[in-house]
């Protein structure tokens, strides 16, 4: 996917943030987007299983930063493991902000089985989870399951659904479009 439309992702749930809140922020490269689209006004705790995110939003005033603890998956410098899925179990987001390996029918899923755990994890305890899809991975179903769509608040993706897709997206509860700059 190219940068503009993980970019308008991430500005789109950037949007939903309001002061105050505790926030979880999920690993990859659309995550990132999100943590660099905080408004520069926002004050809160971010907590995430991502080196990078936690980068990006290091030493922002006002953001009091958590990471979890455990083994540094090479490439995204994930985090992840039995430490990572108990540091989200501790925690009683606002919202949570989750990626993806796909979204079809049977669900949210991952290619990686540890990330998939602290998923289930940060859906579960926040009071409003949304998942950050691009278009191509609607449709696509990864190895492994997080949960079912009727468990997320919401889907945040750059494109309209096609009729095909239309089916899938329906079972959540709020469908988010993001337009990349571009586009506009």
Same mark, same amino acid.
């Given at each position: 996917m190219e940068l503009g439309?993980?970019?308008? %992702? *991430?500005?789109a749930a950037a949007a939903l943030l309001r002061p105050g809140q505790t926030v979880v922020i999920d690993v990859g490269t659309? #995550?990132?987007? !999100?943590?660099? #689209?905080?408004?520069?006004? @926002?004050? *809160?705790?971010? #907590?995430?299983?991502?080196?990078?995110v936690a980068g990006v939003l290091a030493g922002r005033s006002g953001i009091e930063v958590l990471v979890a603890g455990g083994r540094v998956r090479e490439g995204d410098l994930a985090v992840c493991g039995a430490q990572a899925v108990a540091f989200f179990d501790?925690?009683?987001?606002?919202?949570? @902000?989750?990626?993806?390996? *796909?979204?079809? #029918?049977?669900?949210?899923?991952?290619?990686?089985?540890?990330?998939?755990?602290? /998923? /289930?994890?940060? %859906?579960?305890?926040?009071?409003?989870?949304?998942?950050?899809v691009d278009h191509s991975k609607i449709g696509r179903t990864a190895p492994y399951r997080v949960c079912g769509l009727e468990q997320?608040?919401?889907?945040?993706?750059?494109?309209?659904?096609?009729?095909?897709? /239309?089916? !899938?997206?329906?079972?959540?509860?709020?469908?988010?479009?993001a337009t990349p700059s571009s586009e506009l």
């Open positions: 439309a993980k970019a308008a %992702i *991430g500005r659309t #995550a990132v987007e !999100v943590a660099r #689209a905080v408004p520069g006004d @926002f004050h *809160g705790v971010v #907590a995430t299983s991502s080196l990078r501790d925690l009683c987001p606002d919202i949570a @902000f989750v990626g993806s390996g *796909g979204v079809s #029918a049977s669900g949210l899923t991952d290619y990686h089985l540890d990330e998939a755990a602290s /998923r /289930r994890v940060m %859906i579960s305890r926040s009071a409003r989870s949304y998942a950050l997320l608040s919401g889907i945040i993706t750059d494109r309209q659904p096609n009729t095909d897709q /239309r089916e !899938v997206v329906d079972a959540v509860a709020e469908l988010l479009v």
